[in-house]
């Protein structure tokens, strides 16, 4: 390929970092963990502030407990952002996933591990569905999911008629998102696992080298011999099946199904995504600079709404902080756009060792 994925990205390299005074090296990787940087400032800020109750083990669980739904929606989205595509359903399925994780059981007297199954084979079945809608039917993504989506939610107040689902489903149901471990909730152990799995995927298999070569330019990854298609395919089911999943610990977490609960997470699921492709590898969605955006977004609401901020000032915050992150990564892309070309023989010095693996990682050795 004449371009690759990683020499796009924002990150740089040893070659480029030869010969630079230590403070030439700072100013290139402040775009890069500019984000990381912002967290760790955001949350001294608030601790040396709100000492009392910011900077506590309460607090700590609070914000997993919390958020830890929106980063696994956070990290399902950004499967298909890696090829270059978005899925809306990831706020829209939600909606009757829990909905019916809870029914199966109460209504139909399902064990919740079969419960769990059925609903995590329908959310891989819905995503198989928008990857077929938007690689075989060509229609664009946004306007495939946003239907899709759309039509999940009718068939949740369809299936509820509006009411909410009640009943009582077994304790070790509830565990799945009540419960401890190490003195931290459950969940952020998920939130861990997955990112750990996703990041090994993406960066070491190559499925994750062929998504990238995909997103990066689907025709030249085609020439490469990458079947676009079902890979792209792949990453709407991926996405499907972490929606599912979050779908099931919400309803173990609300203990009730409720078609009026869920859509309140598709807007801080797709900002953590979207600033992902913001830090630590800028300019190309990655796993890391995902799980770093969820953060900002979980430490700035809630310092936030510890000074006693309004119901309102969550989404500004969400909207506010997607819009600077965008502005200083598209910032930093026009600034290396627009440096100097290197003078030929560092080029060729460098190429060898950086080109190269990077077209390789790009195509998976194919190019």
């Known amino acids: 390929m004449a371009s690759s994925v990683k020499s796009t990205a924002l990150e740089p390299t040893r070659s480029e970092l030869e010969g630079l005074t230590a403070f030439e090296r700072v100013k290139r990787f402040v775009p890069v963990y500019g984000l990381v940087i912002l967290t760790a400032l955001l949350a001294l800020l608030f601790s040396i502030l709100l000492p009392d109750t910011f900077p506590t083990v309460l607090n700590v669980r609070s914000i997993i407990s919390d958020k830890a739904i929106i980063a696994i929606l956070s990290l399902g989205a950004m499967i298909p952002m890696v090829t270059g595509k978005i899925d809306l359903t990831v706020g829209y399925g939600i909606v009757l996933w829990h909905i019916l994780a809870i029914s199966l059981q109460t209504y139909y007297g399902l064990p919740w591990p079969v419960a769990v199954l059925i609903v995590l084979a329908l959310g891989a079945g819905v995503g198989l569905l928008n990857g077929v809608l938007v690689e075989v039917a060509q229609i664009d993504a946004f306007i495939a999911t946003l239907g899709t989506g759309t039509i999940l939610y009718a068939i949740a107040m369809w299936y509820s008629k ?44 190559p499925i994750g080298r062929y998504f990238y070569a995909i997103g ?11 079947p676009v298609r079902r890979y792209t ?39 953590g995504a979207f600033l ?58 026009r600034r290396r756009r627009a440096e100097p070309a290197r003078a030929p023989a560092t080029t060729a010095q460098s190429g060898g060792a950086h080109g190269g693996t990077a077209a390789t990682s790009s195509t998976g050795g194919k190019s």
Do not use: C, H, M
């Not at 990066?216 to 990458?226: D, F, H, M, Y």
């Not at 996405?239 to 598709?266: D, M, N, P």
């Not at 500004?316 to 598209?330: D, E």
């Open 216 to 226: 990066a330019n689907p025709k030249a990854a085609e020439l490469n011999g990458v």
């Open 162 to 205: 509006g009411r909410q689902i009640v009943g009582i489903a077994a304790d070790s149901f509830y565990a799945l998102n009540g419960a401890d471990l190490f003195g931290l909730p459950i969940t952020g152990y998920y939130v861990l696992v997955l990112s750990f799995a996703l990041w090994f995927v993406l960066e070491y298999l």
């Open 233 to 271: 395919i792949y990453a709407f089911v991926a996405s499907g099946l972490l929606t599912a999943f979050a779908g099931v610990l919400l309803a173990a977490k609300l203990r009730i199904g409720q078609a009026s609960v869920g859509l309140e997470y598709l807007l801080p699921a797709l900002v």
């Open 276 to 333: 992902g492709s913001t830090t630590i590898k800028p300019g190309r969605v990655n796993v890391w600079g995902t799980v770093v955006g969820v953060t900002i977004l979980a430490i700035g609401i809630s310092g936030i709404q510890q000074f006693g901020a309004l119901f309102f000032v969550e989404p500004l915050f969400n909207g506010a902080t997607l819009l600077v992150a965008i502005g200083i990564a598209g910032y930093a892309q």
